[in-house]
């Protein structure tokens, strides 16, 4: 597809299938400087659909870098006043939340790790209206990508640096469904397509999920909480309305209870940790804690993350992904966890969800603990499914429930 | 110069000798984002300098039009809270301000100019700490300009696109003196060579001027407040520090007394307002106010301007500029009062200046009226200087003192 009608035709989607965008809403956008050409392709669409503002909050990488290097720990302890105003106002009226991410997987790599993870600490706590409106169904969220050149350039190193921006552009466009006749409506379909199993699944009665992989030699019993909701596909808001918090989405996810999960997991992709890579890796766990870990490269990258704070070192997020996911037939690293977590079976170490709670949208961080949903700072997504994965829930009775075998849905 | 040998010297420049930066100051940038590779080295000099955290506000001119095309008139009438806080908060924290300008100077043409104007008003209102900060001394600030494609190619409009862009940056660079061996030292140099005109200026106790040129029918009179300051080249915090609000910089400038002007004044070059033209204008003046005024272009953009409050019609400043000045050297119409109001003596309408009157950083809005300095929301400049420019001192016994004669000094 010719590269300005991709654009014209993604703008379009984000703003009426992603971010169900209403009359008179504003839209707050985070953006690289580079996805310029699209961010404002996507500014008119939302102005067009009526948004009353649009705030883009653009960022640029090589700032970011210097800021990191060059301010020292304290100032990551604390969110500057502007920067919460904006967040928590643009909440407070209702304003949808676009993040379109173009990241340099490695931008940054040999800055003190610790600033960004106090910075991710002090946003959650100064900005907690805003991440409470996501969290809670109350604004509506959506994250979706553009290709940077930096990007590109690390999925596809051997292409000259205007191919492999334009390869990865064709490839979103795929991914984002741009060929169908009408994006929207396949993307309706494809909500659908997600329903029935997320019903099976709620309704199974389910206590604990035991996946198991020959090939890497995953064996991992993981709990779920009572009144456990799986969710995925799109979302709804607390009112209704519906949106795709993730674009591309392949994934039905649930969070499993803090403190119920016993086994090992094996790693079956890299992982890509703020510009830093951790490969074959693996945790054991005892009574939902992760107590021993390994991995070939970046272990000292993990001992960082689980050291965040205290949910860290607990499960947030369990997502069941088919080996047929698209996304997975592309056949690529994406370096870049909303495409490549879509590729296969993930956890995710850190903050669970309280839309997978029944009731839980209601709850604060206290009363999710109390129902067996994680809470933290981070929230790290890992993948470990595989072509020989097997999934198996189980009832409180003991009676076993077939949900994956090599790999693919058998529900 | 090669570009990025120019470029880093520039940022050199403006981080040492336009911001004086210290140990330990915050920053705060204005920059648009195709000047991104530039706004880069400048961060990087401030952090090397000792920047305690540089904010780099990122405009887009696109974004920005279409945030005034279909935003509401009401939307204009107050600055949000975050906005307010970043500049308000800089302030407090001793930041310096540096804007970094690339405007197109058509960016806003057939935008309602009352959304620009109401915000301006309001920008002024509810950022009052941040401009006090600035006018009063207590904030450096720093004008500069980095070249846009759109901006060059108003400059060159039959070069092609690129070529536009590399020549203005060698343009901006001879202005700014890096193809000296030593740029800050160049630029002190400068600003010693303004200090016995103002010493001369400042110790003649001028009672009022009086501008004739026969080529374009100017023949104004215009009286200084009593206690009257020239200011020009470089100027000081009131602790002292030296920096350059404005480079380049050609000028020396007083705010007359805004109920004391009479007679007529000629424009000599266009006016660019908010991307709009106004071409071959005259102001008629009858005790400090505009009772009259022309334009064979752009007539209705006077008109609004002057509705803009009731000290709209009135003056804020004189600068001198001789004919001999290099910004009129180059020949060149910038399209931006930065270049443009450095190539011939100009007026302005608007906002006078508190460092332009003794004791008047002290002072409040009222009480600088009260002796003679005026306040609006705007500050208009616009060239009136031509090769036959005569400038007459009048001091209060009638004895006249020659400043200009020809359009060049002559103390």
Redesign the interface.
Known sequence: MELQNLMARYAHLVVESGLHLKKGQPLLIHAL?ET?PF??LV??EA?EAG??????V?R?E??AR??Y???PLD?WQQV????A??RN?MAKAGGAILTIDAADPEALTGVDPRKPAAWAKAMHRDCKPYYDGMDKGENIWCIIAAPSEKWAARIFPDLPAEEAVATLWQVIGKLMRLDAEDPSAAWEAHRRSFEERKAFLNGAQLDALHFTSASTGTDLTVGLPQGYIWAGGGAELQDGTPFFPNMPTEEIFCSPHWERADGVVHSSLPLCHNGEMVEDFSFTFRDGKVVDYTARVGKEVLARLLETDEGAVRLGECALIPKESPIAGTGLLFYNTLFDENAACHLALGAGFSECLEGGLEMDDDQLKAHGVNCSAVHMDFMFGTPDLSVTGIRKDGTQVPIFRDGSWVI
């Open positions: 400087l310029a961010v404002r500014v008119r102005y948004a009353s503002r649009v705030e883009v653009w640029d090589e700032t210097m800021d290097t060059y301010q100032n500057p006043a502007w920067q105003a904006l106002d």
